[in-house]
C-alpha cells in the first residue's frame, strides 16, 4: 500500500494536537520533542537532562523499555517503515521493518555501561562512565527512524538528552518517531524533551546544533560532508561515515551458500545500509559457478555490453557519481528505466566489470553488484583492500581457508568483518552481537552502544574500602 505525503503530514499534525489536547501546554515548547528553532530544542533538551540526572538507573531502564515498547507495537513498526519508504523514495517497507525491529530490540540499554574499580593500599578507585549531557545527533536518509531508535536507547542509557539533526528528505518520519518516543517517554513518567529536533531540518539548523555551547557531543552518521564537519566543531564527536564493502569469494567457499548470501545481503533494503554488499570479487576458478548461484537467488545477469552501457549511462552521471536518483531503488526499478522486464523476482543486478568500474569503485547504495574476477584468493583480497578505499567500515568474505579469512581481515581492517554469512549479521540480524546504526569507523568506537556516548570519569578514596 503506498500513502502520500499529505498523509504523512496530516499524520504529524493529528499526533501534534493529541500532544496539545493531552498536555494543555505551549505548542512550541511541549510538543513532544518537536521545536521550531534550533535553540528552542536544544533548550529544551538541556533542560530535560538536568531533570533526568535526578532519575535512578532502574527509571532510565523503565523509559528504554517504554521506548523499546511502543517501537515494537505492530502498527508502529509499520507505519514508521511505510512512511520512511514512502518519503524517502528509498528501499522498501519489509526490510525497514525489519531494521526498526532490530534497533528497538537489541540495541543495548544501561547493561552497556560496566564502572572499573581498583582497589589496593592506597584505597579504591572507580571509574564510572557518566553522561556528557545533551548530543547533537545527526542522521541518515538512509535509515532515518533506525537511527533514531538506536540513537536514542544508547543515548538514554547513558544518562545524556539528545537533540536530533534529521534530513530534510525524511523530516516528516523524523518527526513522527521522535514524538511517538517521547510521548512513550511522558506516559511512564520521564522528563519531558529527552529528545528533541525541529520541525523543518536544514543544514543551517544542523551548524547550528553541532556549535552550539550547551550541545556536549556530536555524533554524526552520514557520508563523508557531515562526518567531516561534526570532526571540525572542537567538540567530541563521533563520526559514522561511508564504506563500501566487498564481498569476497575464493575457491574453498561454499559457493552456493555465497551466492544465496551476497544477494540477501545486497538487496537488503535496496542496498542502503552502509554495512550492504557493494560489489564483489571472486576467485576465478569459481565465478561461473558463484554467478549462476547468484542468479538462482533473484540476481539479474547482465552480460550484453550494449544492456550494460544502457545501465551505467541511467546509473553514473557525467560527472562519473552515482545517479542520485536512483538510491535505494528495487533492481526491478532500475531494469525497468532500461526497458527490461525480467519473468520472475529480481533482488539485484549483477554485471562482470573490471575493478575501476564505477559500479565497484563507489558506494551506490543500489543493488547493482559489480562482479570483478581474480586469479587467486591473495589478489582478490589487495583488490578489496584497494576499493574499500580505506574506509575501515564493513567487508564480506566467503572462505573456509582460515589463512585466506585472517589475511583478509588483517589487511583491510574494516570495523565490521562478517565471513560465510549476509552483510547484515553484522549488525545483530542473524550474527552474535548487539545491534547498531551508527558504526563509527573514523572516530574508533566501532559499533557504538550506550558506553560509547558516556565520559569515564575517576573517582578516587583514598585509604578506605579496600578490603583484601
Ligand atoms: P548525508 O551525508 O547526505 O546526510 C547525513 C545527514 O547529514 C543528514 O541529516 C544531512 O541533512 C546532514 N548533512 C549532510 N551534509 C551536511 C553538512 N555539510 N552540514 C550540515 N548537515 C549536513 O548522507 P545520507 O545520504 O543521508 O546517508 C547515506 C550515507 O551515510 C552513506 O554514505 C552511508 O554509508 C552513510 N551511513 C553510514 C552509517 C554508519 O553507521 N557508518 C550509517 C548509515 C549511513
Redesign the pocket.
Known amino acids: 500500500m503506498n500513502i502520500d505525503l499529505s498523509m504523512v503530514e496530516n499524520i504529524v499534525k493529528k499526533v501534534m494536537e493529541e500532544a496539545l489536547a493531552e498536555g494543555g501546554q505551549k505548542e512550541e515548547t511541549y510538543s513532544f520533542g518537536v521545536f521550531e528553532t534550533m535553540e528552542e530544542a536544544i533548550e529544551a533538551a538541556h533542560e530535560a537532562q538536568a531533570c533526568y540526572m535526578n532519575n535512578s538507573i532502574a527509571d532510565r531502564e523503565k523509559f528504554i523499555a517504554a521506548i523499546r515498547n511502543v517501537i515494537l507495537k505492530q502498527e508502529n513498526l509499520e507505519l514508521l517503515a511505510r512512511m520512511a519508504a514512502e518519503e524517502t523514495g528509498m528501499g522498501n517497507f519489509e526490510d525497514k521493518v525489519i531494521k526498526n525491529r532490530l534497533a528497538a530490540s537489541k540495541t543495548p540499554g544501561t547493561e552497556d555501561l560496566v564502572s572499573e574499580a581498583m582497589s589496593g593500599d592506597d584505597g579504591l578507585t572507580l571509574v564510572e562512565l557518566s553522561p556528557y549531557g545533551v548530543i547533537g545527533a545527526?542522521?541518515?536518509?538512509?535509515?532515518p527512524t533506525e537511527?533514531v531508535i538506536n540513537n536514542s536507547i544508547g543515548m538514554l542509557a547513558a544518562g545524556n538528552s539528545v537533540v536530533y539533526?534529521?534530513?530534510?528528505?525524511a523530516k516528516n518520519v523524523s518527526v513522527v518517531v521522535i514524538q511517538m518516543i517521547n510521548k512513550a517517554l511522558q506516559e511512564v513518567g520521564a522528563p519531558a524533551n529527552l529528545i528533541t529536533t525541529v520541525a523543518q531540518?536544514?543544514?543551517e539548523n544542523?551548524?547550528i546544533l553541532?556549535n552550539h555551547p550547551k550541545v556536549r557531543m556530536i555524533v554524526?552518521?552520514?557520508?563523508?560532508?557531515?562526518?567531516t564537519?561534526a570532526m571540525t566543531t572542537g567538540k567530541k564527536a563521533i563520526g559514522?561515515?561511508?564504506?563500501n564493502p566487498p564481498a569476497v569469494v575464493d575457491e574453498t567457499a561454499d559457493i552456493e551458500q555465497a551466492g544465496r548470501d551476497i544477494v540477501l545481503g545486497a538487496s537488503f533494503d535496496n542496498n542502503?545500509?552502509?554495512?550492504a554488499e557493494k560489489e564483489v570479487i571472486v576467485v576465478d576458478q569459481v565465478a561461473d559457478y558463484l554467478i549462476f548461484n547468484m542468479k538462482k537467488h533473484g540476481a539479474y545477469h547482465i552480460e550484453d555490453a550494449a544492456e550494460l552501457k544502457r545501465l551505467e549511462a541511467v546509473l553514473i552521471n557525467e560527472q562519473g557519481n552515482p545517479n542520485k536518483d536512483y538510491?535505494g531503488k528495487s533492481a526491478e526499478y532500475i531494469l525497468q528505466a532500461i526497458g527490461i522486464k525480467p519473468a520472475g523476482k529480481i533482488k539485484v543486478i549483477t554485471a562482470e566489470t573490471d575493478k575501476n568500474h564505477p559500479f565497484v569503485q563507489h558506494?551506490l547504495?543500489m543493488p547493482v553488484l559489480g562482479i570483478v574476477r581474480a586469479k587467486d584468493a591473495k589478489e582478490a583480497i589487495d583488490i578489496a583492500v584497494e576499493v574499500e578505499h580505506g574506509c575501515r567500515?564493513t567487508a564480506i568474505m566467503h572462505s573456509k581457508n582460515i589463512d585466506n579469512l585472517t589475511l583478509m581481515a588483517k589487511k583491510i581492517q574494516t570495523t565490521i568483518f562478517v565471513k560465510n554469512g549476509p552483510s547484515y549479521a553484522g549488525i545483530g540480524a542473524g550474527g552474535e552481537g548487539y545491534a547498531?546504526?551508527?558504526?563509527?569507523?573514523p572516530t574508533g568506537e566501532g559499533l557504538t552502544s550506550a558506553k560509547s556516548f558516556a565520559r569515564r570519569r575517576r573517582c578516587v578514596l583514598i585509604d578506605g574500602f579496600h578490603i583484601r
Request: include cysteine.
Open positions: 545527526i542522521t541518515p536518509t538512509t535509515n537511527t539533526g534529521t534530513h530534510p528528505r531540518p536544514s543544514v544542523t551548524n553541532m554524526a552518521t552520514g557520508g563523508p560532508g557531515i562526518v564537519a559514522a561515515g561511508a564504506g542502503l545500509p552502509c554495512t538510491i558506494e547504495m567500515h547498531t546504526f551508527t558504526i563509527a569507523g
